[in-house]
């Protein structure tokens, strides 16, 4: 998958900030990226990019549409197909990362014929991918693995692959979920690919490349998460792991959505990790934790990240409020 | 999926005895079920079932047409399609264990369509699967794991359920594969499903029962297979096992189709599938081990399977040469 920038966002019709998530993600991510906004009414959350219509988009260059909203059961409205269409008409493509398929549109999916766009449905894959082998692979790895879902394996993910940028390593993020395939242009939803194929899809997401060279790979799930331990199992023995990175929130009381599991302990989940890992990777090492403090004030969270780092002998910090440059310089450290 | 038998088993045109594996099975555990098999050649290797043309097994009642061989490819071979098409017309349901899906190939997808007949594709799922959530259910569960793929986790998992059952046991066999659908006529091709839906597909194949009701799982791949880990975690942990039985074959001596990974002890995939099982599953105990010793003279196999039970404390046999009443009489002894 293979989206062309750059974009123009669709925020649709809601004025709750949390509909237009994964298009904020995008923005804070690539802003190079993102032309423009279309609202649909004044009332429309916004990300304070231009507001702009389809037609003002197309002369602008834009080259795809992105449905960044998270509306409720997934499903297209029906008012948003004749703009869809119009995109197309004027031969942009369309992004999608809602349940019900853009291709299951007849009029999308007639007039993307028609003018020769892509269609992408990023909840939906349909690469052909092969079963993962184990073989090593050469160049470097990192993955984030986390107690949870939601804890922030995507955002400590591209703040390390920016600050290691920043340093002058060559790293590049591999997306595996939808907003981060959405913020890199291109990606596998790992989640979404059939049971089979997790860790073939792990594999093809991050090749072979130079030794100094750094695959920095989104984590999924949780290994003790009983509804999402498939995807990461296959995700962390394919993407054969060099560094590991965990990921936790502060306060959670139980696993998501999950209010009989309790969470796990951050030490079973870094001992599971790497002794797991070691069926892929010669020496997998965690070079760091990255903790969501947000229900703490500052003198708490940096308490607790120092509690943390004492502990386990690893830099601990929340990426949002404090960057993760001392876990590029543990990274620098030890490789 | 629940597919309606008697079955008529279609065993092409093949003469090697390899390529009739499927209905083999299929025949080994539920001959009542099958009521011919259908050759295209006097050649075509044999169950022994009495051959039988597409007319006269209607006649006899037939309700399933059986695709019970495993060809190159997996694609269905187009001389086979006006077959198929005379047995949905007759009334006939399709079952294909085939890569290719029966309802990609118009002919058939028409006259299905038209006579109102069901076409199952094993190898693909259109059920709506829910996530897993890991919550507590009623009864017994025993899950088959393995030190990798076709080790005899069926096979060892059909066993249980007769010699259970032989001992009043109220045991069924939940399937997991292609193969075990066709032979219990239900159940979940879990390396098909999405990768979000692992644990919850296996939840839904094994849901709550009565307490003294046993449901026995049939197990997929291998916790340190790295191709199909995710599948085997998932499985695991949707399964929520009481009793495990541990599968294995004596002179692999690497991983299947993976000449670089070494097979792993026995010890570490019991070790790690009890600490991994105890997410869901308050106290999960191995009640055996099974062993393909076929490479192995008789005197041989037995040492081996001596050695290996006092080892680890556990009955240990060969189900096909010996049979599983060992290990379920200490199922009888231990719940």
């Not at 890199?184 to 899809?201: C, K, L, R």
Request: include cysteine; proline fraction near 5%; aromatic fraction near 4%.
């Amino acid at each position: 998958m293979n989206i062309p920038s750059p974009y123009l966002l669709m925020l649709g019709d809601s004025s709750d900030p949390l509909s237009i998530k994964t298009a904020r993600g995008i923005h804070y991510w690539r802003p190079e990226k993102c032309l423009g906004q279309l609202r649909l009414n004044e009332s429309t959350a916004s990300l304070s990019l231009p507001d702009m219509d389809i037609k003002t988009a197309s002369d602008m260059g834009v080259k795809t549409l992105v449905l960044g909203t998270a509306n409720a059961g997934g499903v297209l409205a029906e008012h948003w197909i004749p703009l869809i269409v119009e995109a197309i008409e004027l031969g942009m493509n369309i992004a999608s990362g809602l349940h019900q398929k853009l291709t299951d549109v007849p009029a999308i999916a007639h007039a993307a014929n028609l003018r020769g766009v892509s269609l992408f449905d990023l909840r939906h894959n349909n690469e052909q991918l092969d079963v993962g082998s184990g073989a090593k692979r050469s160049g470097r790895r990192l993955l984030t693995v986390g107690t949870d879902c939601s804890v922030g394996k995507m955002f400590t993910t591209l703040a390390l692959e920016k600050a290691m940028q920043d340093k002058g390593f060559d790293a590049t993020f591999c997306a595996t979920g939808q907003t981060g395939i959405l913020i890199q242009g291109s990606g596998i939803a790992i989640d979404a690919v059939v049971a089979d194929f997790i860790s073939g899809a792990t594999e093809s997401l991050s090749p072979e490349c130079q030794p100094h060279q750094w695959q920095l790979i989104e984590g999924q799930g949780s290994l003790l998460n009983p509804a999402f331990s498939g995807v990461t199992m296959g995700l962390l023995h394919g993407a054969q792991p060099d560094a590991l990175v965990l990921c936790h929130e502060v306060g959670r009381d139980h696993m998501r959505h999950l209010p009989h599991m309790a969470m796990p302990e951050l030490e079973d989940i870094m001992v599971l990790s790497v002794s797991l890992a070691k069926l892929t990777s010669s020496n997998p090492q965690f070079v760091g934790i990255a903790v969501n403090t947000s229900v703490l004030d500052d003198a708490e969270a940096l308490s607790y990240l120092n509690a943390l780092s004492k502990q386990y002998g690893l830099p601990a910090t929340d990426p949002v409020r404090y960057g993760v440059s001392s876990i590029v310089t543990r990274i620098e450290q030890q490789f």
